[in-house]
């Protein structure tokens, strides 16, 4: 099993930033795909950003891509998402999951573990 721990969540004014992080701990060895989810209220959850950690290869939402960012640091088990440039539209829960084997930015239902979740609210 896998336990994942989200921090970091707030609200911001559009244009600002927020860092999310993510502890993972248990069994690390189980996952090489963790990343970060959102559900806004009445929508579905989608996958907005992805890092391979055995490469550090990354994957973005086209909803995303130029403005979030993320990374890993293996040492603390951690991944992190900065999140840049902030929209109203970026108002969501934002959960941390981890699966094993995965391509792209995988469905949320092919993840395996997930965090309890971390509220991101952007006004405009």
């Known amino acids: 099993q896998v336990q994942l721990v989200e921090s970091g969540g707030g609200s911001v004014p559009a244009g600002g930033s927020l860092r999310l992080s993510c502890a993972a701990s248990?069994?690390?060895?189980?996952?090489?795909?963790m990343g970060w989810f959102r559900q806004a209220p009445g929508m579905e959850r989608e996958g907005v950003a992805i890092?391979?950690?055995?490469?550090?290869?990354?994957f973005y939402s086209n909803s995303v891509k130029g403005r979030f960012t993320i990374s890993e640091d293996n040492a603390k088990n951690t991944v992190f998402l900065q999140m840049n440039s902030l929209k109203p539209e970026d108002t969501a829960m934002y959960y941390c999951?981890?699966?094993?084997?995965?391509?792209?930015?995988?469905?949320?239902?092919?993840?395996?573990?997930w965090g309890k979740g971390t509220l991101v609210g952007i006004s405009s």
């Open positions: 248990g069994d690390i060895d189980s996952i090489n795909c």
């Open positions: 999951a981890a699966t094993l084997y995965a391509t792209g930015i995988p469905p949320a239902e092919n993840m395996d573990y």
């Open positions: 890092i391979y950690t055995g490469g550090g290869r990354t």
